[in-house]
């Protein structure tokens, strides 16, 4: 998706450039193109005001990498970032300003389970479906700061001041499970760090989410990605993320990189650039 540019005012007064842009690929498996990306990118701003209305008060950006089948993992992908961004414009709309605690409240109170009951409905409409879930990964950029929310084992990575850190933590069984589950999984031949303990899914089920908040600084560059991309090292996204301030430019050289480096899976890069 082509580089778009929006203005936002800080809430310390300072007026930035917020560049975003992402891309998507189909993984291959041993030499075999995978059926059809299970994964989906949404980048959606609102709350315009200001003079001829050039100024933007939030940014919605979201990842999410579908589970169940490929019929049944796209759909949940394609449901939670169409059902998150259309409760965006619902209830964010033209607000110009929406604090970081409130911003918690709507994704906890509003968004997510408007997206686990239309993975419901769906289920119910289509019950070959019944195992369909997702990763959900969203970033809210806002005058106050950053706010993630985070459920799977798709990531957010923060670059700043020439590092990059990962604001996520993986919800697997290698990083969540105890060790008698590790113990049993090994015994079973199962990665631990392929299952996963929270996800996104049907009312009841996949867990809560985890939120995570950061400043906004000139010069901060986001990415989110689905897991196709864990094969890169630290280091690596930082160069890629330091050399440019066109974040087209970004997104399609970590995708490159990540099918450089022998990734299985669908592999999805979405990046902001704050200038």
């Given at each position: 998706m082509a580089t778009a540019e929006r203005r936002m005012r800080l809430a310390n007064g300072a007026t930035v450039?917020?560049?975003?842009?992402?891309?998507?690929?189909?993984?291959?498996d041993h030499g075999r193109l995978n059926?059809?990306?299970?994964?989906?990118?949404?980048?959606?701003?609102?709350?315009?005001?200001?003079?001829?209305?050039?100024?933007?008060?939030?940014?919605?950006?979201?990842?999410?990498?579908?589970?169940?089948?490929?019929?049944?993992?796209?759909?949940?992908?394609?449901?939670?970032?169409?059902?998150?961004?259309?409760?965006?414009?619902?209830?964010?709309?033209?607000?110009?300003?929406i604090?970081?605690?409130?911003?918690?409240?709507?994704?906890?109170e509003v968004a997510l389970p408007a997206a686990r009951l239309?993975?419901?409905?769906?289920?119910?409409?289509?019950?070959?479906?019944?195992k369909m879930s997702t990763t959900f990964e969203a970033v809210l950029l806002l005058p106050e700061g950053i706010l993630s929310c985070h459920l799977g084992d798709s990531r957010t990575y923060l670059y700043r001041n020439g590092i990059v850190r990962q604001?996520?933590?993986?919800?697997?069984?290698?990083?969540?499970?105890?060790?008698?589950e590790k113990m049993l999984m090994a015994l079973r031949g199962v990665t631990p760090r392929a299952v996963l303990t929270?996800?996104?899914?049907?009312?009841?089920?996949?867990?809560?989410?985890d939120f995570h908040t950061e400043s906004i600084q000139p010069g901060d560059r986001i990415l989110l990605g689905s897991d196709g991309i864990e094969a890169l090292v630290l280091q690596a996204l930082a160069e890629r993320l330091r050399e440019s301030d066109n974040p087209e430019l970004i997104a399609a050289r970590i995708v490159a990189d990540a099918q450089a480096a022998g990734a299985r899976d669908d592999i999805t890069a979405l990046v902001v650039v704050v200038l």
């Open positions: 450039r917020v560049r975003f842009a992402g891309k998507s690929v189909i993984g291959v059926q059809g990306n299970q994964d989906k990118f949404t980048m959606v701003a609102g709350g315009r005001f200001g003079w001829l209305w050039r100024l933007t008060g939030w940014f919605l950006f979201t990842v999410a990498d579908g589970m169940g089948g490929m019929a049944g993992g796209a759909a949940a992908s394609g449901l939670a970032t169409q059902t998150v961004n259309d409760q965006a414009s619902k209830k964010l709309g033209r607000r110009p300003r604090s970081l605690a409130a911003a918690k409240d709507w994704f906890l239309a993975i419901q409905a769906r289920i119910d409409r289509e019950p070959a479906l019944e604001l996520t933590k993986d919800h697997n069984v290698e990083t969540e499970g105890t060790d008698s929270r996800r996104l899914s049907f009312p009841g089920r996949g867990g809560q989410p």
